[in-house]
Structures are given as C-alpha cells and as structure tokens.
C-alpha cells in the first residue's frame, strides 16, 4: 500500500474539542476595531485614567505598524479582523465558586475537565471564557502564604502599584503590531505573583475557552516570581470549528528575580480556523531559571516565539517547542534567547511534525552581546515529514559578539525511515503500531517534560490518529 | 605565463575617459555591438531603474546596508582596461603573472578588460575555448546570445546584477566540448587599478557533457584610500555528467566593495564544486546560488573568510534541490579578528519533486577579539519528504585545551594562536586540493595572521 495512503489520517486533526455552546454573553462591542471600541472596553472594565491612554496610544501605533510579511499567510487577516468582535462579555462578574458559573459555560469547562483536575492535580485554577475570566480559585494553602493568582482585571484593581510596575515593561506596546493591537483591547488574562521563597508544587493552570463565531480573544497574562520563588503555570486554549476565522493574540509577560524558577508550559489545541499571534517574553534576573513549554498542536496559523531576555548573570533559559501541523495548518514556531549577561546559558530544543499539507517553521534568535562573557547556548532543530505534500522550514538568527561566547546550532529533516519500520514491524508491531511508536519516540524528549496528564493525552491523540491508517 | 609562450598579449590599453554609471554609458559601451547586446543591456538598465536599492529590511540585506556601502554616484565607469598611463605592470599583477604554476591556460583582466589570455594549442585544437567576452560576442555570438546574463544570473535576480548586466565591459568565455578533459586549472588574474571605479566583469562557463574543468581566478589590487567597486557576475554550467571546480581567491586592497554573484546549473549526473576564499577588500558580498537540476547531480560549496581591522564579510547561499536524488554539501568557515564582522546567510531549498535529496550545511565561525561579530542563519526550506538534510552553525573562541596543548610544546602565544586558526581554515582547504590553491591560499592567511 502506498505510503502516503498509509499514513493518512496520522495526526491529531480528528477535532474533539469542536464542540459549540449556545451564544451566552451579556455584552458585546460591534464587529470591527476603531477608538471607540477600545474605550468601551475601557468603561466596562472601569479602569483607571493611564489604562485608557495606555489603550488608545496603543492603537495608534497598532494602526501604523505595518502587516508582517514574514512568518504565515496574513494577507486574508485584515479582513478578519474587520468582522470579528473584539470584545464579548459573557457575564456581569467573575466567581471563585464553580458552582456560581452559569451552566452553560460550566458545562463546557466539565467536557474539558477542568474542574475534575484542579481538585485532583492543580494549585490553582483560571478560566477564561470569550473576552472574560469567568472562575478564577486559588488553594487556600498559598494564598495564606502571599500568592496572588487572581484575573489580570482584578490585579489591576487590587494590586495597582505591582501591576503598574510591571505591566507593559517587558513587551511595550509598540514591540510588534499585535503586541500593540493586544495593548489597545486586552481583555482577560491572569496575574500571578509568588512572594520571596514560596515555591509551589503543583502548577496553576489557566484554561482558555473561545465559544463564539467571529472572535477575537486578547489575554493578557503578567507572571512576577519574587526571589526565589518557584512555580510552574500550564495554559491550555480550545474552540469551536467554524467555517469563518477567529483570531487570538496574547501577550504574556513574566519578570523572575534573582534565584527563582518559572516553568510556562502552553499546550495550545486550538479548532483551526484560528489565527493564534502571539508575544510570550520572559526577563530573567541573577540565576534564575526560565523553562518555556510549548505545545502548538491546533489553530490555523500560529506565530509564536517564547524569549526569554537573560539580564542577570549566571541566568539560565530553556525553550522546548513541540509542533504539528496537519492539513493546512502552518505552525511557525520556535524561540528567541538574548544574551546579555556574563555565564548566561540557553537552550533551545525544537521538534516538529508535518503531516498532508501542513507546514512547520522553526524560526528562532540567538543574540549574545558583547558584554555576556562565557555565554552558551545550543539550539537543536529535528523535523519529522510524514508525507510528499509536507513542509518544514528552519530559520535560525544567530547574532554574537565577541569571541567569549560558545554557540551551537544543528538541525535535520527526515522521515519515517523504512528501516525503522521494518524492524518495529519484523518484532510483530503492526504498521500503524510501529508509525505510532516512532512519532512518539521522536516527540518522547519534551514529553516527558509534559505534566503526566498531557504526555498521556498527547501519546493517546497520536495512537488514535493511527487507527483506521492501515487499510 | 612563461609555459605558453605563443600566445600574443594583448597591449594595453590607453585609458579612456572615465564616466559616470547612467544610462548614456549603456548606449556608450553599446557601441559596435551586435543587436541582440544592446537590447540585453538597455533591459537591464531598465530593470535596474525599476529595482530599488536592496534595504537592510529585507532579509537577503539583512546584515549589509548597501547604500552606505557604495555610492554609484561618486564612482567612475572604466571601460577600457586602463592601466597607469606609461603601461608599466604594477608589483602586485606582476608577481601574479609570474607565479610559475602549471595550467591549461591563463587570462589576465585589468580593469575587467581582458588583457592577456593564452589556452594550450592542443586544447585549442580539441574545441576548447579561453576568450574575452568582448571577442567572443563577435566569434561565438549564438553561444552568448543564449546564455549570458539570461537564464544563470539574469538582470531580474537583483539590483546590482541588474547593474552589472547593463555595464560589463568584458570578462571571460571558457567553453569544454563534449567529452573533453583539461588536466590542469584554467587559471585567471583579476587585476583593479583606479581608486573610486567602478568595474564591471563577467564570467561564463559551460562544460559539455562528460568533459572536466578545473577554473581558478584570484582578485587583486593594492589598498586605495577611495571606494572602489568591482562587481561580478558569474555564470557556471555543467551539463550530463561533466564535472567543474570553480574556485574564486579574492585579495582586493582595503576601501574595495567586492560584489560577486555567482550561480551554478548542475545537470545530471553532474559533479559542481565551487570554493570562495575571501581575504581582502573592505566589504564582501557573495550571492551564490547552486542549483542541481538532473538527478544524480552533486554540488560542494565550500568558503573561507578570515577578517581583520573592519572588514566586513557577508555571504549568502543557496542551495536548490530541483531534481530527485541530488546532494549538496555547503562548508563555510571563517575567523574574525579586530572589528570585523560577518554574515552569512544560507538556505537550502528541497523543491517538491526533488525525492531522496542529500542536502548538508555547516557554517563554523572562531572569534578572536572582543569587538568582532558574527551572524549565523543557516535556513531550511524542505518539501519533499524523502530527504536527508541537517545544518549546523557555531561560533565559538579558541579551544583552551588545544592551546595550552601547543604552549605546552614550547610555541609562543602567538604561534599557537596561528597555528590553530590555520588548522581551522585549512579544513576547507583539505575537500578541494586544487594545485596551487592551498599553498596560495595558506600563506595569504599566514601573511594576514602576522598583524595579528
């Protein structure tokens, strides 16, 4: 049989999170961007003065940046972006109750398990739905301790000086054009702060939900750990398949101080008729460790590349991408780690699988400047191609100066090899065993970083991506 | 040029007055040009007013901000290869021209007019051909017609080929028939005299089925004090199963822009080497483009640069896998010293069709001070998946242990400084041993390394 028949259906485009609620929302702001719906969004929030100015000097500059011409096709974007609502409010408040989360919204979060695993597994547990964070709970246990982990709203409300020390200073508005665009309409998201010494030993996980057709989703996430500090936070994205396009662009900022630790782990499922455009930037101070996790296995397009800003010397910054792009999907992903202090080090492992006509592209930058004295860093690109119509494209930055840094690259393609599958399938593995076996072997390093529930669901979407494969 | 002594030089010619580059000196050096020529060249021009200056916010330029590199108007057209007004040869041609290495043939460009050539009669006899382009557009018209500047590096693939399409004044044909092997290189002297010229020359070779050549040519100048532009653009087919080596050696003095453009066609069963040595001028910019068109077609890209004061170095690659069962393997490595920089910039492309490709990359850069720079950007653009294809890039300082290994032995500081950095860029040397070539090539970098 021929292999690219064989291997049809191998992936995780079967859907399961496809499913749609009835339209639930208490307001919403008309299709399209212009002033006036960013200061809607504004009064609705009932934010402070310096918020709205923050918001329109953003769009302003939203407005004047160009459209990429890197990266995916956006040239159909613009018109998206008139339709979509940029704003939807699905009820008049956020609970701490789960029972107080209307049905419908709840249910939804039931099918997706979330509050089956915040008792289980979870610290602390976000959920946004549409533009809102709908429940936000946090145990007991760390609030007690100081940890705040709280809609990014009400950090802004409850915690105005730390939210305006921050807020903005690690990715300024005019940092990219959707990083602007995020500033002018941000609306949900998660603030996270973990006091001097307190170190977590579950994650927090942060659960984002787009229900409605024609949305635009704006989170807004700022993560401060205090010296010392430890914690790891999971973000996980899902919606409803549309015919017509959606659109999410976050902006995710984290500041570790001296000696902490951060994990940011993003296992992003989302339908793919999703524009996912994203600016994650973490800024690491004296010794501490920044790990970037990230998963993109939906959306239509996702442009995304976790950074991780090396300030304080002996800072360390991992970034682990895992990337499938199915039939006319297009994950251009990878990362970005700037050296600039003495004894940084970094690394950068990226694995990628393209199956039909879908296109993975690592694109990434390792910049070390002068002054960061012995900084290291290697990045490892591997592509795995499952059929003849696949692409893959690597597109490294490498920018070092001075002779007291040590860089290395490498990256390979290959496919499924005969030979491997020969051999699986001379053990008495069948072909869709052995295939099934040899991608998860490929994706086994990052993994196993995984939290033990996804590292199952992941291997499980794969095996049931080969069922039904061999004819 | 002492081991073929029949040929007749050509003398020298007087200078003419040299001009600015617009477009009455197109129509200038399309003067007595068969019509078909002028036509090529006053497209080019056109396409050269309707391409704008490649800016540094595109990702070819990424690295090299041409517009403050050069400015067209401040530099002066030479037609004619001019050469001090008294004719006399200066030291540094000179000693080229009498290096005594054994070749098939020689040709000797001033001011990228062809001065010198001489070819082995017995190779004459057999069809080859070692000409100036300028003769050759009388003599070997149709074979210029159909391949200069239109389907190897057309005046569409940029605005300095565009430029350079529109004023070459001269540059070399060498053409090998069906079957026919040269034993020795073809070996070629690229001499610029002028302070604030600019020179444009070209080169075409095309090896018939199964023949086999072998092409060296070095770039040469004194240092000026003024910026001085010599633009080349070369063009490089082996049709079924000849093979080719092309190695360019470039020493141009300080204030030289080196502009080169170069791209390769490998047909079937075609073996396409190129290496690019890049010492001198101030600024360097390499554009090569392979391209293995038939299956079976294998290509080497290799290149060496090692820099020192404020030189700055900016290589782009590309490797195009357009028939199945091709292979390519790119090495570039270089050393930076004092405040040079470099770039470089390569892209292997596996085209849809293009099955079973083996297709490698590896850019290696050793810093030696604190204010030097490098820039990696190794690409990948893959579409078929049936290939076998990696790339790697470091950038990295002196290995301490080496160091200490050679110190250890009584060599000072700077001798096992030397000595490693040599091993480094000898490497590259050591995959295409071409006579002459490494020995050349060694003791420039042994020169560059005593200011070190």
């Not at chain 1, 049989?1 to 191998?10: A, H, I, K, T």
């Not at chain 1, 700022?222 to 959606?246: M, N, R």
């Not at chain 2, 530099?75 to 021209?97: C, F, I, K, Q």
């Not at chain 2, 001198?280 to 068109?293: H, I, K, P, Q």
Request: proline share 4%.
């Amino acid at each position: 049989m021929p292999e690219n028949q064989l291997v049809e259906g191998l992936g995780l485009d079967e859907y399961q999170y496809g499913f749609v609620d009835e339209e639930a929302h208490v307001y919403r702001t008309k299709p399209g961007l212009d002033e006036g719906v960013v200061r809607e969004i504004s009064e609705h929030k009932e934010e402070p003065e310096w918020m709205l100015e923050f918001r329109l000097k953003a769009l302003k500059i939203y407005e004047s940046k160009p459209m990429p011409t890197w990266g995916g096709d956006l040239s159909h974007l613009e018109a998206t972006l008139d339709e979509i609502y940029f704003y939807v409010k699905p009820q008049e408040q956020m609970e701490r109750s789960w029972d107080d989360v209307p049905d419908t919204i709840k249910n939804t979060f039931e099918r997706l398990g979330i509050p089956e695993a915040e008792q289980k597994l979870l610290s602390g547990v976000g959920a946004q739905y549409e533009s809102e964070m709908v429940y936000h709970s946090l145990k007991e246990e760390w609030s007690s301790k100081g940890v705040i982990f709280d809609s990014i709203e009400d950090g802004l409300k409850n915690h105005p000086d730390l939210f305006r020390e921050h807020f903005a200073t690690i990715i300024p508005a005019a940092d990219n054009k959707f990083a602007a665009l995020n500033s002018a309409v941000w609306s949900g998201g998660s603030f996270l702060y973990i006091p001097k010494g307190v170190q977590l030993d579950t994650p927090l996980q942060a659960y984002f939900r787009v229900n409605q057709e024609r949305m635009g989703q704006f989170e807004r996430t700022l993560i401060i750990l205090d010296e010392g500090a430890q914690a790891h936070y999971i973000e996980g994205c899902t919606a409803p398949v549309y015919s017509t396009d959606s659109f999410h662009s976050g902006v995710i900022e984290v500041v570790l101080k001296k000696d902490s630790r951060f994990r940011y782990t993003t296992i992003q499922n989302w339908s793919n008729n999703m524009y996912n455009l994203v600016t994650q930037r973490a800024v690491v101070n004296e010794n501490a460790t920044m790990e970037w996790l990230d998963g993109n296995l939906g959306s239509k397009l996702t442009m995304k590349y976790p950074s991780c800003y090396l300030v304080g010397e002996g800072a360390h910054g991992d970034i682990m991408s895992i990337a499938y792009a199915s039939d006319g999907q297009h994950q251009d992903t990878g990362g970005k780690v700037v050296h600039v202090a003495p004894n940084t080090t970094s690394s950068i492992t990226s694995k990628s699988i393209s199956k039909g006509t879908g296109r993975s592209s690592y694109r990434g930058l390792c910049k070390v400047y002068e002054g960061a004295h012995n900084a290291r860093s290697n990045v490892e690109c591997d592509a795995l191609l499952i059929n003849s119509t696949s692409r893959t494209d690597t597109y490294p930055y490498i920018e070092i100066e001075g002779k007291r840094a040590t860089i290395g690259h490498e990256a390979t393609v290959s496919k499924i090899g005969d030979t491997q599958l020969f051999y699986l399938m001379s053990r008495g593995l069948t072909k869709e065993e052995a295939m099934a076996l040899i991608v998860r072997g490929f994706i086994e390093p990052i993994a196993k970083q995984l939290p033990l529930e996804y590292a199952v669901e992941l291997n499980r979407l794969i095996e049931l991506e080969m069922e039904g494969s061999v004819g | 040029m002492s081991n073929s002594p029949q040929a007749a030089e050509a003398p020298i010619a007087e200078e003419e007055t040299p001009s600015s580059l617009d477009e009455s000196a197109v129509e200038r050096i399309s003067e007595g040009a068969p019509s078909w020529l002028s036509e090529r060249r006053r497209h080019a021009w056109s396409v050269f007013e309707d391409t704008p200056f490649p800016s540094t916010r595109s990702e070819e330029w990424r690295y090299t901000d041409v517009s403050r590199v050069v400015n067209l108007a401040d530099l002066r057209l030479v037609t004619d290869g001019g050469l001090a007004e008294n004719g006399s040869r200066p030291a540094g041609l000179v000693a080229a021209m009498e290096e005594d290495l054994a070749a098939s043939g020689h040709a000797v460009l001033v001011d990228g007019s062809v001065v010198h050539v001489d070819l082995d009669p017995a190779l004459e006899e057999q069809g080859v051909i070692l000409t100036s382009l300028r003769s050759a557009v009388h003599e070997h018209g149709d074979l210029l017609e159909e391949l200069l500047a239109t389907e190897v590096v057309p005046p569409e693939d940029g605005k300095l080929q565009a430029l350079n399409a529109a004023l070459w004044t001269d540059g070399v044909l060498l053409y090998v028939p069906r079957n026919v092997k040269l034993d020795l290189p073809v070996r070629v002297t690229r001499w610029v005299s002028h302070a604030g010229s600019a020179v444009f020359a070209r080169t075409l070779i095309v090896a018939e089925p199964e023949s086999q050549l072998s092409y060296v040519e070095e770039l040469l100048s004194d240092d000026f004090d003024q910026r001085t532009f010599v633009s080349s653009a070369v063009e490089v087919i082996a049709r079924d199963g000849a093979q080719i080596q092309f190695v360019s050696i470039q020493q141009l003095g300080r204030d030289v822009f080196c502009q080169s453009a170069q791209r390769t066609l490998a047909h079937r069963d075609a073996k396409l080497d190129t290496l690019n040595v890049s010492l001198g001028a101030s600024v360097t910019r390499l554009d090569l483009n392979s391209r293995l068109l038939g299956p079976g077609a294998h290509s080497e890209l290799l290149g060496l640069y090692f820099g020192d004061e404020d030189q700055h170095f900016d290589h782009n690659t590309s490797q195009d896998h357009v028939a199945p069962d091709t292979g390519s393997d790119l090495l570039y490595k270089g050393a930076l010293d004092d405040r040079a920089q470099s770039a470089f910039r390569g892209m292997i492309r596996v085209h849809r069709d293009a099955q079973r490709t083996d297709a490698y990359q590896t850019n290696r850069n050793l810093l030696l001070s604190d204010e030097c720079r490098a820039n990696s950007l190794p690409n990948l653009e893959i579409q078929a998946d049936d290939v076998r294809c990696s790339h790697g890039a470091t950038v990295g300082q002196l290995d301490s242990e080496a160091l200490f290994y050679l110190l250890s032995r009584g060599l000072s500081q700077d001798q096992a400084e030397r000595l490693i950095v040599l091993g480094f860029l000898g490497d590259v040397l050591a995959r295409l041993p071409l006579g002459g070539v490494v020995e050349k090539v060694t003791r420039a970098i042994e020169r560059k390394l005593e200011h070190v």
